[in-house]
């Protein structure tokens, strides 16, 4: 926050006072996680009375059409890793029900077996923390975070299925 005082404006936005003594042309500074009366054009910028939306930490404020854009972008990488991660768990699942039909010994088919079902478990964990990521995203009511991760999932599910 540096050396500047600490305005509070509202009992969930706090913001320095350098910035409230100004309002950008792209939102007021202060950020909020999620527009409270529903979905909006966040990148509208012929209206600036909306608050700026932190995507996911309060550091990540995007007060500025530049780093709205980058976090769509972000968004939407998101989107298509999520889908990767979900096709490289079907591709695991396949390929350890074909390795347990070749001739193998009891011990050697359930040691790799339980090492697939590891792997497979910690894909599953990871592809669920970007799901819910890709949620908090949408949940910052913006049309354009909504897109974004439609945009990323679809692109994702057509480059891996």
Known sequence: MGDSAI???HPL???ESDAAASVS???IPGGMV???N???FALNTASPSKHCINLWFAGWSLDSVEKFLLAMVGVIVLGIATEGIGALRVRLHKKMLRKTQIHQT???KKKR???LKITNTGFHGIQGFLG???MLAVMTYSIEMLLSCLFGVVLGYFIFY
């Open 7 to 9: 305005q509070h404006i």
């Open 13 to 15: 936005y706090y913001i």
């Open 25 to 27: 042309e792209f939102c």
């Open 34 to 36: 999620m527009y409270m």
């Open 38 to 40: 529903g979905f909006h």
């Open 106 to 108: 009891e011990v050697e």
């Open 113 to 115: 077996e339980r090492l």
């Open 132 to 134: 819910y990521m890709l």
